[in-house]
């Protein structure tokens, strides 16, 4: 039997940067737990990358909007087209589950973008743009709009749109015809939480958010009543750290591991990593450990395909640290040297057919 082969692409920022590659490519030794740098995109300020769920085009966020490319059978990209998004540079995008619009969050000017993906893989033009507006609790950096994560629910008929800023996700119905949004519910988070990413599980029964400012992640169960309306019920919400952490601290990540058995995260300031097993049939969260990464600011943190090792992307210390896990045991040990790169971001591990 062939080992699965996989690559990982890791987004970085550049500016501020000698380098003009902003997406890197790496060879994965998943027995052994090891990137080997492969391939190196040029593209400005790639702060985040998703692929396409018909895993045959990355997307990622550039200075002047949305960049999309094709994955060739090596795992390397070839450039397809790139787009305006009308606005400030995004900070996160996905697309639907049929590949048809692509999503983008905006930080920085709290916009909301959807655009057309063409049957090539190509983006196509703006379908909608909707700008959050409010002020929170205090008029200050946390408590203006800003969109931080946009997620289609796994049936497809709704956007979650986690604005950290305002305290809430706001719930968009798809107009799968021409890629309108309407606004239908909205989840409200604690004040001053900052909701900062979200994922469904892979049955699309329950949805994690991660709070930035509070350090924990809600789990919420998520059905349609009789009406066709979401109806999202909070069943657990549980902390990203250790008991005994002072304060100062920033939740970041939210990533499943490929078997959806494990959801990691991070915590910037604590510059530790946490892992929790999840309980497929009620969708709860039991903490394994929270550990440090050795490394400054972790953006991102998750499970190799084996879940035996695990990457973290240190923002601020320039570089990803690898460990060997043992999630029956709970350990966390350092796995050989760091890899030096500027200023990660976001990292995907991908399956080459």
């Known amino acids: 039997m062939s080992k699965e082969k996989y690559v990982a692409y890791v987004s970085t920022y550049t500016s501020g940067n000698k380098s003009s590659y902003g997406i890197r490519i790496y060879d994965v030794d998943v027995e052994n737990g090891r990137f080997t740098e492969k391939d190196q995109v040029e593209i400005t300020n790639s702060s985040y990358v998703t692929v396409s769920h018909n895993k045959k085009y990355l997307y990622s966020i550039t200075d002047f909007g949305v960049e999309s490319y094709k994955i060739m059978t090596d795992g390397s990209l070839e450039l397809l087209n790139h787009a305006s998004i009308n606005g400030m540079r995004g900070c996160y995008l996905s697309t639907d589950y049929d590949d048809k619009f692509l999503f983008v969050a905006g930080y920085h000017d709290a916009k909301l973008t959807a655009l057309k993906v063409n049957s090539d893989g190509s983006i196509g033009e703006i379908t909608d743009e909707i700008f959050h507006k409010g002020l929170g609790s205090v008029a200050e950096r946390n408590f203006r709009p800003h969109i931080n994560c946009v997620k289609m629910t796994r049936d497809n008929r709704f956007l979650c749109a986690a604005d950290l800023g305002m305290d809430h996700v706001l719930v968009y119905e798809l107009n799968h015809n021409n890629g309108k949004l309407r606004q239908i519910d909205v989840i409200r988070s604690e004040q001053e939480s900052a909701p900062r990413h979200l994922k469904f599980s892979k049955d699309g029964k329950y949805l994690y958010i991660v709070h930035e400012l509070k350090n924990y992640v809600d789990v919420y169960n998520y059905s349609i009543d009789e009406h066709g309306n979401p109806v999202f019920d ?5 902390s990203t ?23 990691c995260s991070s915590n910037a300031g604590d510059n530790s990593v946490i892992v929790y097993s999840i309980d497929k049939s009620t969708g709860l969260l039991t903490k394994i450990f929270c550990l440090p990464v050795s490394g400054d600011y972790p953006k991102d943190a998750t499970l190799f395909p084996d879940n035996k090792h695990l990457v973290s992307l240190n923002h601020e210390s320039n570089s990803m640290t690898f460990f060997s896990v043992d999630t029956e045991k709970g350990t966390l040990v350092m ?4 890899l030096k790169v500027d200023r990660p971001n976001c990292v995907i591990f991908y399956k080459l057919s």
């Open 234 to 238: 909070k069943i657990q919400t549980i």
């Open 241 to 263: 750290l250790n008991d005994y952490h002072a304060g100062g601290s920033a939740a970041s990540a939210l990533n499943f591991s490929e078997d959806f058995n494990f959801l």
């Open 335 to 338: 796995n050989g040297r760091e």
